[in-house]
């Protein structure tokens, strides 16, 4: 059993054990039950995005206190055991400049790729990615552009602006360079989105709008077949945009030909309701569903109000709605909230490296995850158990080695005393208000 509480008295504390007992009485308790069937989804991982502010301010750290950090977050004896990571194609708000793999000057274009390099991310992103890697080589990584190189674009710019109908074979190549690229230094890329949230367009950083046909034509008549044919493995994504509008990505999936090439659909939590996902997933249940942005941040600035919204939100609303990983923003920023150029200004990191000293503070963000990514391992299959009682919110998994983990949050105001059935035998527990608690047992039990 390890537990956090909202009062922060418990930190991913680890508990006496605790014993089930034969027999199902549950003493007229709330009960969660967990069961091996029926099973669904199986789990990538949960993790957060390795910007170019992460990446600088990890490699900037002194090498034994950098590996220090990189095995607490990635590794799987004595860490977190993250599996699951962000990386974005060129710049994105939280970079020090605006960028693209081929900038051109004003008016000039690069139809051939000529100037392509990913040399930008040699210094800080790739060295960090491998070494993450190297602890966890479970680690699966995906991609998403900010926006197309400002001459393929209608804007003629990295901010705003849609991409050209000439430039979409121009892109498909950019795209596929991108993952070959970065397979040729040993960073496999599992999955693209061809455009992190299509629907906005920032006055102040890089983004690029994308409507509905625009993504079915250019999946389905470029980058599908693109990727297809030179055999990549490289999965693609849609949406990677919020919950509150599913009908974009149901529109993308409508069409037979962009379906073809299409593995899945990304979601972001900064608007709708996390249900969304289980709905789409409803109407195309061979499609995969993944949670790929979050970010905490100073305008929510209680750690008790946060954890609970995080844990029932994002590491158990959305696999109970099938996700196969879940992904937060941010894995590392400074005391400023940066580094950043545009977008966020008080966006928090999973943890803050503070500028001067190089302390590490671990956030809100970091206990959330860390709940799941610990104890729920790649390989996993969630399986059913009961949510919504009393409020006791839960998700079950079976891990490859047959140990179940069952996580809860209390989202009452009071302390639950509830019991746990599984296979024809009974656990019960005290769990304050507004604590998770993370249990993990095998078969032997």
């Not at 999955?191 to 709008?209: K, V």
């Not at 209680?302 to 879940?326: C, M, Q, S």
């Not at 009961?386 to 302390?415: M, Q």
Request: glycine share 8%; charged share 20%.
């Amino acid at each position: 059993m390890w537990v956090t509480t909202g009062d922060q008295s418990k930190l991913l504390s680890h508990e006496p054990d605790v014993a089930f007992s034969a027999g199902d009485d549950t003493m007229g308790l709330p009960t969660i039950a967990v069961a091996d069937t029926p099973t669904y989804q199986t789990i990538v991982g949960f993790g957060a995005a390795i910007t170019d502010a992460s990446a600088s301010l990890i490699n900037g750290l002194p090498p034994e206190r950098r590996e220090a950090l990189l095995r607490e977050l990635f590794g799987t004896d004595s860490g977190i055991g993250l599996s699951f990571t962000r990386l974005t194609i060129g710049a994105s708000d939280f970079s020090p400049r605006h960028y693209s793999y081929d900038d051109m000057p004003p008016g000039a274009r690069d139809p051939t790729l000529a100037h392509f390099s990913i040399d930008p991310d040699r210094a800080d992103r790739i060295p960090v990615v491998q070494r993450a890697l190297a602890i966890n080589p479970q680690l699966k990584i995906m991609a998403s552009p900010w926006s197309a190189p400002g001459w393929m674009k209608t804007s003629g710019s990295l901010i705003k602006g849609s991409l050209r109908p000439d430039a979409y074979g121009s892109f498909a190549e950019y795209l596929r360079r991108y993952v070959a690229a970065y397979d040729s230094v040993g960073v496999p890329i599992y999955a693209l989105t061809i455009q992190n949230e299509p629907h906005f367009e920032p006055a102040d950083y890089p983004g690029m709008r994308l409507e509905p046909p625009a993504r079915a034509r250019f999946i389905g008549e470029y980058l599908g077949p693109l990727l297809t044919r030179q055999r990549f493995r490289t999965v693609i994504l849609d949406w990677d945009h919020n919950w509150d509008q599913p009908e974009s990505p149901l529109r993308v999936l409508s069409d037979s030909v962009a379906r073809r090439y299409l593995a899945g659909v990304a979601w972001h939590c900064y608007g709708g309701e996390v249900s969304a996902q289980g709905k789409v997933h409803d109407v195309y249940p061979t499609m995969d569903t993944y949670f790929t942005e979050c970010s905490g941040g100073e305008w929510a600035p209680k750690f008790a109000e946060n954890l609970r919204w995080t844990v029932r939100t994002l590491i158990i609303g959305a696999t109970r709605n099938w996700a196969r990983g879940v992904l937060l923003w941010n894995l590392a920023l400074d005391e400023h909230y940066g580094p950043h150029k545009g977008g966020c200004g008080n966006c928090r990191g999973v943890v803050t490296i503070h500028s001067q000293s190089g302390a590490i503070t671990r956030n809100d963000e970091y206990y959330s995850l860390a709940h799941a990514s610990r104890f729920v391992r790649p390989g996993a299959r969630r399986i059913e158990s009961t949510s919504g009682v009393a409020g006791l919110e839960s998700v079950a998994f079976r891990n490859p080695d047959r140990s179940r983990v069952l996580i809860v949050v209390n989202t009452a105001d009071g302390d639950r005393r509830f019991a746990i059935r599984w296979s024809g035998k009974t656990l019960v527990y005290t769990l304050p208000a507004g604590a998770v608690a993370t249990l993990r047992w095998l078969d032997r039990l």
